[in-house]
């Protein structure tokens, strides 16, 4: 079904070291359990989808979580936000302003 | 920047001889080329973006291309369909609807 929220979480990867970094070094696989966490204790299987994805591009603010259809992209993601975003941005259209990335990373 | 059109592809793997199948052994990281390759010929990186992704869900009907905000979800693409895609869908936002996931497994 298409999802009425649809979450991707960067857990792209690079080696250790690299100067940009990464959001799968930053936390990104334990912010996508997270998430998946989230939407199992909520059997909210059939209004929103979560997926693993590669780069967004803005490495240096990870972990990243990108919504669509929205296209809010936020950064620095801790695995305990994960409710946060589903109560207020999935459930309610509200977008966590605290952690949105800043103009001109994204928007 | 926030693109315009954003395309995730399905480069998903699971074990040869998986019931289910997956877009990696369907071809789905030719497609992941097809579609970057398409990026970078038409320098459209500051409207477009191209990122693998994981699971999408309806595994046998891949390589799945999905394509945000519009939330249009391809199946079956090949990487010689990324040229068309990009020429009607991503630039005059009209989904090729001879890929698309028909009613049920999508919409």
Redesign the interface.
């Known amino acids: 079904?298409?999802p009425k929220k649809?979450v991707?979480v960067c857990t792209q990867g690079r080696p250790p070291g690299h100067p940009r970094g990464c959001c799968m070094q930053s936390g990104g696989q334990a912010v996508m359990q997270a998430f998946l966490n989230e939407l199992g204790s909520r059997n909210a299987f059939d209004r929103f989808?979560v997926?693993?994805?590669?780069?967004?591009?803005p490495c240096d603010g990870g972990p990243h979580v990108l919504v669509?259809?929205?296209?809010v992209?936020y950064q620095h993601v801790q695995p305990g936000d994960a409710g946060e975003i589903f109560d207020q941005h999935l459930e309610f259209d509200e977008p966590l302003e605290r952690l949105r990335a800043p103009a001109g990373v994204?928007?």
Chains 1, 2 share one sequence.
């Open positions: 079904m298409k649809h991707f989808a997926t693993a994805c590669g780069c967004l591009g669509y259809p929205d296209g992209l994204w928007d």
